[in-house]
């Protein structure tokens, strides 16, 4: 019996802390893992390359997303729903039509999703790791979608 006390108190500690890394740090505070000035010339690792996504919503009101980016090696953009909270996805499905500033430098994207194929290759060469999985809460599959520039 005590056992199972113990394995109940640490998985509500668990929740707890997953709840608090989704939606306070993540969520609230929105940070950015990429560290531009920490770059050198020579295309060393700086961190997680960001993008700030603007989607708009079905009342025409705008929301800012910090979220991760990755470039495949042929120049495509992704951006992927990995952790449980995805309105900022859900957004980009219904109105594709968004804005991404990286580096301080805001384009015109439009959303799209990315299913069978591509979706492998990109999953397979952007995996989650295991330890991001684990402060995540072991999240829903993800969704991934590729940002064309907009050229209207």
Known sequence: ??????????????????LLFES???GYYQPSFEDPE???SLGEDCGIPMILITTI?????????????????????????????????????????????IQGEVKDYVAVPVE???FEMVALGFP??????????FPPKRQILRLDPNVE
């Open 57 to 101: 919503d079905d009342k025409g009101q705008s929301t800012d997303r910090m979220v991760a980016r990755f470039v495949s090696t042929d120049g495509k953009i992704y951006v992927s729903a990995h952790h449980w909270t995805r309105g900022w996805y859900k957004e980009a499905i219904k109105n594709p039509n968004v804005k991404g500033e």
């Open 128 to 137: 989650l790791p295991l330890p991001a999985k684990i402060m995540m809460g």
């Open 1 to 18: 019996m005590k056992v199972l006390k113990w394995l109940g108190i640490v998985v509500g500690v668990y929740v707890v802390f997953v």
């Open 116 to 118: 069978g194929d591509e």
């Open 24 to 26: 306070v740090f993540l």
């Open 38 to 40: 920490g770059c050198s």
